[in-house]
């Protein structure tokens, strides 16, 4: 963790710096502000701040003493693993949910007949996925 605290500080400082040359070279060549660069650039860079914030506090939050497996040179992979939850091995849901969620969303950028389709699509995907281990297919006997 405390390398990932270093290198969120790192990007933090980059963007920082890339937004005051950026701002800088505008002001050089048209002698005015070029604003959606100059925010860009400082967002991202308070985007990596607070980034770095957030896990140098959640480090030196819990009881001292406590080290992640991370930081541990004598650690092994199954310290630091842990139950991420029960997802289905061969569902073919996701991928009908991610073209149906691309339909959806080239019906907001071409034309909206295609909402509607992609909307009862989405549902449709979704409720499959939910519900697919009730189907009976992956039922064990």
């Known amino acids: 963790m405390k390398a990932n605290i270093a290198i969120m500080w790192i ?4 963007f920082f710096v890339c937004s005051a040359v950026y701002t ?12 959606v660069g100059t925010i860009t650039f400082a967002l991202a860079g308070a985007m ?4 770095a914030a957030y896990l140098w506090w959640s480090v030196m939050r ?3 003493g406590h ?3 991370e930081d541990r040179l004598d650690a092994e992979i199954d ?3 842990p139950e991420l939850g029960h997802f289905a091995p061969w ?4 991928i009908a949910l991610a073209a149906a969620i691309s339909l959806f969303v080239l019906g907001i950028a071409v034309s909206t007949f295609m909402l509607p389709l992609g909307l009862v699509l989405i549902v449709i995907t979704m409720v499959g996925w939910v519900f697919e281990y009730y189907r009976g297919n992956f039922v064990q006997r």
């Not at 800088?24 to 604003?35: F, L, V």
């Not at 990596?48 to 980034?51: C, R, V």
């Not at 569902?91 to 996701?94: A, G, T, V």
Request: net charge negative; no cysteine.
């Open 11 to 14: 990007i933090a400082a980059f």
């Open 24 to 35: 800088y070279w505008a002001i050089i060549d048209t002698q005015e502000i070029e604003w």
């Open 48 to 51: 990596g701040a607070m980034i």
């Open 62 to 64: 819990p009881v001292k």
């Open 67 to 69: 080290v992640y497996p």
């Open 79 to 81: 310290d630091g693993d």
């Open 91 to 94: 569902s073919w849901w996701p």
